[in-house]
């Protein structure tokens, strides 16, 4: 069966179906091995064993083919320029809407390239601690904005991206916590010569975040956008929020703490209100029109199951 899909041979993607993109696992000589499942399997993740080994691992088999290839010209370019650059990271960007899965898919993505043959140190970084401060947000008046290209200090992320892509040996990220819904002053993430940096958030790909010229993803070496049917993901947006409410929104250190003791009818409208005055324009103005600049595109069923993988064409 071809792989191509007659009615795509105008697009810039190859269209595979999970069950044509789950064959291609087997086509390397080498291959992450049977021992080095158990390590997924302690995964805290709520991802299925066969959506690791059907998506993840051919995707990992994919970009270590792309992760060899920039070494190696990279190396070949030390000679032509005779220059001495120690390695420098293979830069992922993981774009997608609030709620879509981005960060469970980044984890995982994380655990998976680590097992690869040559073991790679993989890093983490999510773009929410660029966020500006909530304080300064409320001194321009945003706070309602949060998410919103304006709500980024993008110069801080971009000279964190400069700073990695020179190959400066330690670079300090901001953290955000989810429970205070601020940036943490006093925590810091130490990236240190990684061989492979995942950054995933909401505005990797948007070009509205540009500083004198150049995009956040001008430094990316490869980019994902895990897409999803928009009533798909307000149910996973109001389902998060409702086990939130159950869990950490009772502690009372949670900025939600004040919607502790919602019903749960009362969580499902707040939760509904807040996608729909935030979340879903951000979702139309700011992140569906970047989809298509993704490398490749992992898109997801009901069940949060990838049903489609598009792979740009090269
Ligand atoms: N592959 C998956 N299978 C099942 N549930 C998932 C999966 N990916 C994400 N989720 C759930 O969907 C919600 C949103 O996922 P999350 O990774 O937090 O999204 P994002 O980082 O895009 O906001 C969470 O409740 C998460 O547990
Ligand atoms: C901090 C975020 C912008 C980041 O989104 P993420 O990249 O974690 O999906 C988002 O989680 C958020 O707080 N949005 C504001 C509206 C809301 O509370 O959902």
Redesign the pocket.
């Known amino acids: 069966m071809p792989l191509i899909s007659e009615h795509t041979f105008t697009s810039p993607f190859q269209n595979f179906t999970r069950e044509q993109w789950k064959r291609l696992n087997g086509q390397l000589s080498h291959s992450i091995q049977e021992k080095d499942l158990d390590q997924l399997h302690a995964l805290n ?4 064993m066969d ?1 690791i080994e059907d998506i993840y691992i051919p995707l990992a088999h994919l970009l270590e083919v792309h992760i060899h290839n920039f070494q190696e010209l990279h190396s070949k370019s030390n000679v032509f320029f005779k220059r001495n650059h120690q390695k420098l990271p293979f830069i992922i960007g993981i774009a ?13 993505l994380t655990k998976v390239l680590s097992l690869l043959p040559n073991k790679p140190k993989v890093e983490l970084v ?1 773009t929410d601690g660029f966020l500006y401060p909530n304080k300064e947000l409320i001194k321009r008046n945003i706070l309602n904005r949060k998410g919103f290209p304006e709500s980024y200090d993008t110069k801080k992320l971009m000279q964190f991206l400069a700073d990695i892509k020179s190959g400066k040996s330690q670079v300090t990220v901001p953290l955000y916590s989810h429970l205070e819904y601020d940036v943490l002053s006093n925590e810091k993430l130490v990236i240190s010569q990684p061989d492979v940096l995942i950054v ?1 958030g ?1 505005n990797v790909l948007q070009v509205n975040s540009r500083k004198n010229g150049v995009f956040v993803s001008d430094f990316f070496d490869y980019s994902i956008y ?1 897409d999803a049917d928009e009533k798909n993901i307000v149910k ?2 109001i ?2 929020f409702e ?2 409410r159950a869990t950490a929104f009772q502690n009372s250190a949670s900025y939600f703490h004040k919607y502790a003791n919602l019903s749960e009818e009362e969580s499902f409208e707040m939760a509904k209100h807040i996608w729909n005055e935030i979340n879903k324009p951000n979702l139309h103005e700011n992140i569906l029109p970047t989809r298509y600049r993704a490398d490749l595109i992992l898109k ?1 069923g009901s ?4 049903k489609r993988v598009k792979v740009r064409k090269i």
Request: proline share 3%; glycine share 6%.
């Open positions: 993740e709520p991802l299925t959506e997608g809407s609030v709620a879509v899965g981005k960060s469970t898919t980044a984890r995982v999510t995933e909401i895990v996973w947006y389902d998060r086990s939130l997801k069940e949060h199951f990838i």
